[in-house]
């Protein structure tokens, strides 16, 4: 058996920001592709699990500029949230 190869920390680091942008992407990908299928997003915000509705997805992609690649959003689905969004069923 071969011993893994170890990591110097910046190496680490490297494939760690590389990993995370990747995951990043496709968080914002799977929820602008939800906002245009006409499907809210849940997110957690104080405590509890609330919906951002397409409208207010679309509107934010729309403020980035950031239709072509789903970029501009944030790190996670968490960053959607705002005093406005409404609760399931409203």
Do not use: C, Y
Not at 8 to 25: C, D, G, L, S
Not at 36 to 51: C, E, F, I, L, Y
């Amino acid at each position: 058996m071969s011993q893994a190869a170890r990591l110097t920390n910046e190496e680490f680091r490297a494939r760690f920001a590389m990993i995370e942008a990747a995951v990043q992407r496709a968080v914002r990908a799977a929820v602008l592709a939800h906002a245009r299928a006409g499907n809210p997003v849940s997110t957690w915000r104080d405590g509890q699990v609330v919906w951002v509705q397409p409208e207010e997805i679309l509107a934010r992609f729309a403020k980035a500029g950031q239709f072509h690649d789903a970029a501009g959003l944030g790190t996670s689905p968490g960053v959607l949230a705002t005093d406005q969004v409404g609760k399931p069923g409203q």
